[in-house]
């Protein structure tokens, strides 16, 4: 008796490791399918799984007297922020940036996000804007552009933009000093709302017009992780399953139904 009641404990646990597995690598798929999502954003930066087993607690055995550290599998996520590749697309107003810094936007709520994204466009107003139209902001506001002036768009290597001889702003590049504290958002962008995250102007990124920087993870090293997650998620599924069938029928032997 006493040795079904620990197979049935023994079980329990399983049932629990199984379920975190489960949930572990449930997380990792639904972190790929955004990476792969974001792939063709310019800028994106992937994210990255890690696993670790974490304290559960104590699992007793049957006796009552000894018990044994219950140890599940976690996943936790961090942001991959390397230097993606630059892809020469020859629009004055594609911008790419060299070193850590991020574009500085202007959202709909007036709160500032950040963004590697330079795939730039000009709105009705003339105003320089993100491709969901959010407003890419200089040191002194957002940059805006005289559309009856067919001067050509230029811009330095320290971000400084001109239409002909006109200086129309300098673009607010915005470094980090703690890039783990910025919070990602849809569309590639990050919100700084984290003190901790150390905003400061930029003093060691350049500037490429007529680039944008792609992103930074690989489509097919993504699907290949995809295909890994949902093998892993199937095995600890049929164990979770295994030991639910096990532990029915050793609660049918000690009960002596059928």
């Known amino acids: 008796m006493a040795r079904s009641l620990l197979n049935v404990a023994c079980m329990d646990v399983s049932l629990y490791?199984?379920?975190?597995?489960?949930?572990?690598?449930?997380?990792?798929?639904?972190?790929?399918?955004?990476?792969?999502?974001?792939?063709s954003i310019p800028g994106a930066r992937q994210q990255e799984i890690s696993f670790s087993a974490v304290q559960a607690g104590m699992a007793s055995t049957a006796d009552g007297f000894n018990s044994t550290n219950l140890v599940i599998p976690s996943a936790g996520t961090a942001t991959n922020f390397k230097q993606g590749e630059l892809k020469n697309t020859g629009s004055n107003l594609d911008m790419a940036l060299e070193g850590p810094g991020f574009f500085t936007v202007q959202m709909p709520d007036?709160?500032?996000?950040?963004?590697?994204?330079?795939?730039?466009?000009?709105?009705?107003?003339?105003?320089?804007?993100?491709?969901?139209?959010?407003?890419?902001?200089s040191d002194s506001g957002p940059i805006t552009f005289d559309l009856t002036n067919s001067a050509p768009t230029t811009v330095s290597s320290d971000g400084q933009v001109s239409q002909g001889i006109d200086i129309k702003g300098k673009l607010a590049i915005t470094e980090?000093?703690?890039?783990?504290?910025?919070?990602?958002?849809?569309?590639?962008?990050?919100?700084?709302?984290?003190?901790?995250?150390?905003?400061?102007?930029?003093?060691?990124?350049n500037v490429r017009q007529g680039f944008v920087e792609e992103a930074n993870?690989?489509?097919?090293?993504?699907?290949?992780?995809?295909?890994?997650?949902?093998?892993?998620?199937?095995?600890?599924?049929?164990v979770m399953q295994m030991q639910s069938d096990r532990m029915t029928k050793t609660i049918t032997d000690l009960s002596g139904t059928s």
């Open 17 to 39: 490791s199984s379920a975190a597995a489960m949930n572990a690598t449930e997380r990792w798929q639904d972190m790929v399918a955004n990476n792969l999502s974001a792939s």
């Open 217 to 238: 993870g690989s489509p097919s090293l993504a699907m290949a992780s995809l295909l890994t997650s949902m093998r892993m998620f199937e095995s600890n599924q049929k």
């Open 176 to 205: 980090f000093g703690n890039l783990k504290a910025l919070t990602p958002s849809d569309g590639g962008f990050y919100q700084a709302d984290n003190i901790t995250a150390q905003a400061k102007s930029s003093n060691t990124t």
């Open 110 to 137: 007036g709160s500032k996000a950040y963004t590697r994204d330079g795939e730039f466009r000009l709105n009705s107003q003339g105003q320089l804007t993100t491709t969901q139209g959010y407003p890419v902001l």
